[in-house]
């Protein structure tokens, strides 16, 4: 979902008991990106029903808007770069630890096992075809970055997957162009150069004169947090808002 051009960035953990995990296959949990959207969709549907997979996984997602995306990447001073927001957000779903890698796996490994001293750290690539409890957790993250793109399709926007390589999302984003501002900002990631390009090309071609955009908003502050921070209630815990349909909190005895 890192390569999408169109949506919000979304980011998943699942996890259950370790002697559970080579159960999740007989379910047909898998590569996500070996899945139909029609099959992600059935399986994370059982994920939140089917009483075996609704009792011994659980799962937790984090989502990053293509606004909040763009803002970071393009700010003027210290860009929050995409690697950097990557880790951040994953970082804030962990609590042993399986992770696909973003960027270099050595490095993001050293990251997280200095984060984590006494959790087991393994980050390798393709980890989502490697490990079921992964493939869990990217089944969970694209259906849930399936359906918030959908939300915005207010006037039955046919635009694709989403992805640069998808010739109805080209069309959409050729097609939907405004002459002065582009695109609505929490659909389109302006940070990837597809839309960077295509806002150039279309200048050109029509002799406009681009609004230019300053991203500003968290300069200067630091995106990096104690740790401790992650065990904390958040705002939205603290005031009672219903979150049952991002997963369940659990206790250690429900294990």
Known sequence: MRRN??????????????????????????D???????????????????????????WSIHVVSAREISQGMLRPNKPYDLNAQSHDTAIQLLREIYVDTVGPSSSYQTKLQRLFPH????????????????????????????????????NGETWGSGYPSDPKTCEWLKSSIDPIFGWPYEIVRYSWQTAKDLLEKDAQNKNNSKVHVEWYGNDGIDNTKKIQCYFQASKIAQEGIDLSWYGENVELSDF
């Open 119 to 154: 959790i087991n750290v393994t980050v390798k690539e393709k980890a989502d075809s490697i490990y079921p409890i992964v493939s869990t957790a990217s089944i969970c993250a694209k259906v849930t970055r399936d359906r918030a793109l959908a939300m915005f399709a207010v």
């Open 32 to 58: 996500s990106k070996t899945l139909t959207p029609e099959r992600r969709e059935e399986l994370f549907e059982a994920l939140n029903t089917k009483d075996e997979l609704r009792n011994n996984v659980g």
């Open 5 to 30: 051009v169109l949506g919000p960035m979304v980011y998943s953990i699942a996890y259950c008991i370790h002697s559970y995990e080579k159960n999740l296959k007989k379910h047909g949990i898998s």
